[in-house]
């Protein structure tokens, strides 16, 4: 076990505690409390009464992550890491790589915005890649349980603040870099250059794919050591044509010089290259072309991402696209699929970059036949002014306003006339909606069934 702890209520007997001086919370406060929950040592930044040894450092969250690296790395080098990077489809890749590498019987762990997941354990995650302890006490777990691969969503905040400090990547993707996260980087240039960080991580020997049809790829291909490309065009792992339909796409693609054929249940063109992520992953960690395309069709889709019901003569769709090129993306694919209206329902986060939500009203009023703005999770932020926010890009009279989410989906879902297809963005698998501090229950997929539940009474 892990001695080190950061949470006083988490602490086991003979731990050392480390306080840490957070945002809102100070950890210097908790420090009885983690003695009398049995810690047998402090880490702190300044002299305090204690009945067990403490250690004081300048800096306890460094001093504490070293220490980490230090004591702990050297027990995952066994582990085969899998990290993948970009502001859209890393849930999606991540997750349909993790099922790929267990239909072909290894043992496979997902850690990323669905949680941890392996077997039948699942937990839930407070952050996309969550704080370095996190991280390497489900390393432990994985390495107590015989797993052999780790997938890892990689954000952009992780790399920064150095989450994943003492890891070692056999193969590392990059999906894409599109405005996101601005409130945190300023700029995209800061953006990007954490983006590459993620090349600091990689073994020696190993991998970096990049999608070469993002504007950022040449950054990763230049930089990084041993760089392979997938993409739609001239790429090692290269789309040759693709056929799109509401339930699943055909993919004719190249592996160098060899051509397949596959059909996969994803839809829309982002899927494909969502697609191709995984399948230049899993080959380059060893597994034959053919032994991939087989298991193709048993892949699912993650929660949220495209998840689609058929409602009266039309579909609803959920899915989690919250930036402007995500929600460009989703409008486009639906609206060249649709045989009649695409009708989108999007609202923004509060508390979280201010400058995307004109961006974001206008995409989707420019690109969807109807759009109903409400409220994303609106935090600590009135929703008015976030409205206000989206409504300043939106030139066109073809929404409607409807702050209340859970009224907003009903309404979009009772406009659904034959082949229409209703479009619920930017929540896809989250349960809740945080209102000011609180999270109150709001499933956007859930709020669907109940709504077919109802035509049939």
């Known amino acids: ?74 027990d995952f080098k066994n582990l085969k890491l899998v990290g993948i990077t970009g502001t859209n489809g890393k849930t999606t890749s991540a997750y349909l790589t993790y099922q790929m590498l267990n239909k072909l019987g290894k043992k496979t762990a997902y850690m990323g915005t669905l949680g941890f997941m392996y ?59 599109t405005e996101d996260h601005l409130d945190y980087h300023k700029t995209m240039d800061n953006y990007l250059e954490c983006k590459l960080m993620i090349l600091d991580y990689l073994k020696d020997d190993g991998i ?78 060893g597994f034959d072309s053919n032994s991939i395309i087989n298991i193709t069709n048993e892949l699912k889709q993650p929660k949220g991402r495209c998840e689609t019901y058929k409602v009266k003569d039309g579909f609803a769709v959920v899915d989690y696209a919250h930036t402007p090129d995500a929600v460009l993306k989703v409008v486009t694919a639906y609206k060249e699929l649709a045989k009649a209206r695409v009708i989108t329902l999007v609202g923004c986060g509060g508390d979280r970059d201010p400058m995307k939500r004109p961006i974001m009203g ?13 409220n994303d999770n609106p935090r600590t932020e009135d929703p008015e002014n976030i409205m206000k926010d989206i409504l300043a890009g939106v030139l066109k009279d073809n929404y409607k306003v409807c702050l209340d989410r859970r009224k907003a989906i009903k309404m979009a879902l009772d406009m659904i006339e034959k082949d229409d297809i209703v479009l ?12 000011g501090h609180t999270k109150i229950h709001l499933d956007d997929s859930e709020e669907i069934l109940k709504y077919i539940d109802n035509l049939k009474e």
Do not use: W
């Open 208 to 285: 970096m794919l990049v999608n070469k049809d993002d504007d950022s790829s040449i950054r990763f291909i230049t930089k990084a050591k041993n760089v392979k490309t997938f993409g739609i065009g001239e790429a090692d792992y290269e789309v040759e044509s693709f056929d799109i339909h509401p339930d699943h796409t055909n993919i004719r693609f190249k592996v160098f010089d060899d051509s397949y054929s596959v059909t996969t249940n994803l839809t829309s063109k982002f899927n494909i290259y969502n697609y191709m992520t995984m399948f230049s992953i899993v080959h380059e960690l």
């Open 362 to 374: 206008k995409i989707a009023s420019d690109y969807s036949d109807y759009v109903i703005f409400t």
């Open 119 to 177: 077997g039948d354990y699942f937990e839930e995650l407070p952050n996309t890649c969550p704080e370095i302890l996190t991280i390497y006490k489900l390393l432990e777990y994985c390495l107590k349980n015989g797993v052999e691969y780790v997938i890892m969503e990689i954000s952009s905040h992780a790399l920064d603040l150095k989450r994943i400090e003492g890891l070692n990547f056999d193969v590392c993707a990059f999906t894409n870099l």
């Open 424 to 435: 619920l963005l930017g929540k896809g698998h989250e349960d809740y909606q945080i209102i």
């Open 1 to 74: 076990m892990i001695k080190y702890e950061t949470d006083s209520r988490k602490v086991n007997s003979g731990q050392t505690f480390v306080a840490i001086k957070g945002y809102t919370v100070d950890g210097h406060d908790y420090i009885e409390s983690a003695i009398k929950n049995g810690a047998s040592e402090i880490i702190a930044e300044k002299e305090v009464n204690a009945s067990v040894p403490v250690t004081v450092v300048e800096n306890s969250a460094k001093y504490f992550q070293k220490k980490l690296v230090e004591e702990y790395s050297d």
